[in-house]
């Protein structure tokens, strides 16, 4: 009998390895939003690397958290990139989701104006927009702040716009700074710098959360499976999506010219941003249970401010789906 070790480790994709997996009538969709981890589940089903494990293996974008949530609560949607407090809140909630990987340790960046801001406390009396409110981005921030004593008060924060808006209100001094996640804050600084209007990620929020968790890496995301899935093609099914997924990860390390032009229609980002987001989108493939550590540190500081955001309590073995 294969193990998982056996699995993750040396796993040749074929469907001598994966019965489970390959059936005609089981079609495979992964699911992301429109954000950097979806590269590495979209550069997978270009390349054909989960062929043997799902021959008409798709990806599929989501375009909000509400859509994510009510595909996950409602079963159409299996395997979704979610943030990973997310698939903790579901699986608290008892809805059968249990988290397999993360596939970032990191993608905020706050944007501003070259030269302006170095530091949270230059955004006292500044209007900065910050995406999705009572979201991720959101609960970062709001923590950066309160460790640097700067509160919610002492600034405008505005969350209407999208990140093409955003990045005009930016450039023409409608907005101060702007919280922002990979590729789109690549997209508006790429757009202001052809403006004229240099901007720079001022602020890397990985750097602002190890001197407040003295870990170095946010896993702000990760793909969570449900239940239904999971007893569909077993802990196998996932080891082999895992070791697909980590092969599409070095595909883009190798040549991320090549995976983004060969994905860029699918995520609806140009090639040349895509190319460019790759080296700050801090992309990784690794199992839940190995990313623990840094899992429970983001869960608990998040809970501080509301424990119902992380649906009540710490995650117990289960929730670790690999």
Same mark, same amino acid.
């Given at each position: 009998?294969?193990?998982?070790r056996?699995?993750?480790?040396?796993?040749?994709?074929?469907?001598?390895?994966?019965?489970?997996?390959?059936?005609?009538?089981?079609?495979?969709?992964?699911?992301?939003?429109?954000?950097?981890?979806?590269l590495?589940?979209?550069?997978?089903?270009?390349?054909?690397?989960?062929?043997?494990?799902?021959?008409? &293996?798709?990806?599929?974008?989501?375009?909000s958290?509400?859509?994510?949530?009510?595909?996950?609560?409602?079963?159409?949607?299996?395997?979704?990139?979610?943030?990973?407090?997310?698939a903790?809140?579901l699986?608290?909630?008892?809805?059968?989701i249990?988290?397999?990987?993360?596939?970032?340790?990191?993608?905020?960046?706050?944007?501003?104006?070259?030269?302006?801001?170095?530091?949270?406390?230059?955004?006292?009396?500044?209007?900065?927009?910050?995406?999705l409110?009572?979201?991720?981005?959101?609960?970062?921030?709001?923590?950066?702040?309160?460790?640097?004593?700067v509160?919610?008060?002492d600034?405008?924060?505005?969350?209407?716009?999208?990140?093409?808006?955003?990045?005009?209100?930016?450039?023409?001094?409608?907005?101060?700074?702007?919280?922002?996640?990979?590729?789109?804050?690549?997209?508006?600084?790429?757009?202001?710098?052809?403006?004229?209007?240099?901007?720079?990620?001022?602020?890397?929020?990985?750097? &602002?959360?190890?001197?407040?968790?003295?870990?170095?890496?946010?896993?702000?995301?990760?793909?969570?499976?449900?239940?239904?899935?999971?007893?569909?093609i077993?802990?196998?099914?996932?080891?082999?999506?895992?070791?697909?997924? &980590?092969?599409?990860?070095?595909?883009?390390?190798?040549?991320?010219?090549?995976?983004?032009?060969?994905?860029?229609?699918?995520?609806?980002?140009?090639?040349?941003?895509?190319?460019?987001?790759?080296?700050?989108?801090?992309?990784?493939?690794?199992?839940?249970?190995?990313?623990?550590?840094?899992?429970? &540190?983001?869960?608990?500081?998040?809970?501080?401010?509301?424990?119902?955001?992380?649906?009540?309590?710490?995650?117990?073995?289960?929730?670790?789906?690999?």
């Amino acid at each position: 009998m294969l193990n998982r070790r056996s699995v993750v480790a040396g796993l040749s994709l074929s469907a001598i390895a994966a019965p489970s997996l390959v059936r005609g009538a089981e079609p495979l969709t992964l699911w992301g939003p429109p954000a950097a981890p979806s590269l590495v589940l979209a550069v997978a089903v270009q390349n054909g690397l989960l062929r043997d494990i799902a021959p008409s &293996a798709s990806f599929k974008s989501w375009r909000s958290p509400d859509e994510m949530r009510a595909g996950l609560a409602s079963g159409t949607m299996e395997a979704v990139v979610v943030p990973t407090y997310a698939a903790l809140n579901l699986h608290n909630r008892g809805l059968g989701i249990r988290l397999a990987n993360v596939l970032t340790d990191g993608l905020l960046y706050l944007v501003a104006p070259a030269g302006t801001v170095r530091g949270p406390a230059d955004l006292k009396g500044k209007k900065v927009s910050v995406s999705l409110r009572n979201e991720m981005p959101d609960f970062i921030f709001r923590r950066v702040l309160a460790a640097a004593k700067v509160a919610p008060a002492d600034l405008t924060i505005d969350y209407s716009g999208s990140p093409a808006e955003v990045g005009q209100l930016l450039v023409s001094g409608q907005l101060d700074a702007a919280l922002m996640s990979e590729p789109a804050c690549t997209a508006v600084i790429t757009r202001a710098g052809m403006a004229g209007k240099p901007l720079e990620r001022a602020i890397d929020t990985r750097k &602002a959360w190890a001197a407040i968790t003295g870990r170095g890496a946010i896993p702000q995301a990760g793909l969570a499976a449900t239940d239904k899935l999971t007893a569909r093609i077993g802990a196998d099914g996932l080891a082999a999506i895992q070791s697909a997924l &980590a092969k599409a990860l070095d595909t883009i390390r190798q040549d991320p010219g090549a995976a983004a032009r060969a994905v860029a229609g699918t995520i609806d980002m140009p090639a040349p941003v895509l190319e460019r987001s790759i080296p700050h989108s801090s992309l990784v493939v690794r199992p839940a249970s190995e990313a623990k550590d840094d899992l429970v &540190a983001l869960f608990k500081v998040l809970a501080e401010s509301d424990p119902r955001i992380i649906g009540g309590k710490l995650p117990e073995a289960r929730f670790y789906a690999l």
